[in-house]
């Protein structure tokens, strides 16, 4: 690990003022995922500041909404009893996304800026990364590539965004808040997360400087049922190949209202708005979920590799789909 300076902010004024006046530092909170990529030698950070003591920590409801503070732990989201009551897909995200030793440590905010899990990208001995060294290629797109992306990626890369929880609050049309120098802002998560096109190294709309303080998830209809489906090569500790969280209201056998996301299988948790068309109005049957899967991975760009998540995402959200609705093939 390099050499770097630390310090801590007092407040969220500091914290802000202190980064944005240093190009080479970046905040620490939990640093479940920072620390590591420290470790390796993919960031280098000058400065670190600490925010891991501001008062952004904590969970309040109001206006139909549940407002989380960015230094929120993912345990402590899980434990809410209005996520256990009335989010069931938030919490099987958190659930399913870490162990609980990880979970006490990694914040909300630092889960939604989780780095990209390809192994090139964390390997500086590999030259060829795009979002590491912009420009100088992509090397999963001529190697293993197996847990890569289909959605929302090019030749220039096909790296995978990792946050489960990410999904599920994207399916939820959750905002997230943020405080930099020129004051504050609030952005909708599907509007957060940028996809690799011509700058992989860019992966939000985050400027220097600037904070997450906190994300707002509104709370679905009484009479929704989501859920949060996750496959993967085993059971515990291990990444996506595939995920859908879907949200659901039924009556009678037609659906209502759709909210559908993917992960394991773009470069950004990945909204589906043309499953949730086909979904809305139609009847739950498995033909309808078919269709509505079908139209949830249109224009995926695929590598030897990563030809068979096509078919898995489909399977995923079908399953999900299933879930939900009670509906049996």
């Known amino acids: ?68 503070g960015a230094l929120t732990t993912m345990e402590e989201l899980a434990a809410d009893s209005a996520v256990e009551r009335a ?9 399913l996304g870490a162990s609980t030793q990880l979970r006490n440590m990694a914040t909300v905010g630092g889960n939604l ?23 100088s290629g992509c090397a ?46 609030s952005v909708p998560l599907t509007q957060f997360y940028r996809e690799s096109g011509a700058s992989p190294d860019v992966e939000n709309v985050l400027v220097h400087g600037e904070l997450i303080t906190g994300v707002t998830i509104p709370m679905p209809p009484a009479a929704a049922a989501s859920h949060y489906l996750k496959v993967r090569d085993r059971a515990s500790y291990e990444f996506a190949l595939a995920s859908a969280g879907v949200v659901l209201v039924t009556r009678e056998g037609t659906v209502e209202q759709a909210r559908v996301a993917l992960g394991g299988v773009a470069s950004k948790p990945w909204r589906c708005l043309e499953a949730e068309q086909i979904l809305t ?49």
């Open 281 to 329: 109005g139609s009847p739950a049957t498995e033909e309808t979920f078919r269709e509505a899967a079908s139209a949830s991975v249109q224009g995926a760009w695929t590598v030897p590799g990563t030809a068979f998540k096509v078919e898995l995402a489909q399977r995923t959200l079908v399953r999900a789909l299933r879930t939900v609705s009670g509906v049996t093939p």
């Open 140 to 185: 999963a797109v001529e190697h293993s590539a197996r847990m890569h992306a289909v959605l929302g990626v090019s030749e220039k890369c096909i790296a995978v965004h990792a946050s489960d929880l990410a999904v599920a609050l994207v399916a939820l049309d959750a905002t997230v808040h943020l405080q930099g120098i020129p004051g504050r802002r």
């Open 1 to 68: 690990m390099l050499p770097f300076d630390y310090v801590r902010a007092a407040d969220v004024d500091e914290a802000v003022n202190l980064l944005a006046a240093d190009p080479s530092a970046s905040y620490l909170a939990g640093g479940t995922t920072q620390l590591d990529l420290m470790k390796d030698g993919v960031l280098g950070p000058e400065r670190l500041v600490d925010i891991t003591r501001l008062p952004l920590r904590g969970i309040t409801r109001s206006d139909g909404a549940l407002h989380v």
């Open 113 to 135: 800026l989780q780095r990209a899990r390809c192994r090139y990208f964390r390997d500086p001995t590999v030259p060829e990364c795009n979002k590491r060294d912009p420009g």
């Open 87 to 95: 989010l069931p897909i938030v919490r099987q995200a958190l659930l």
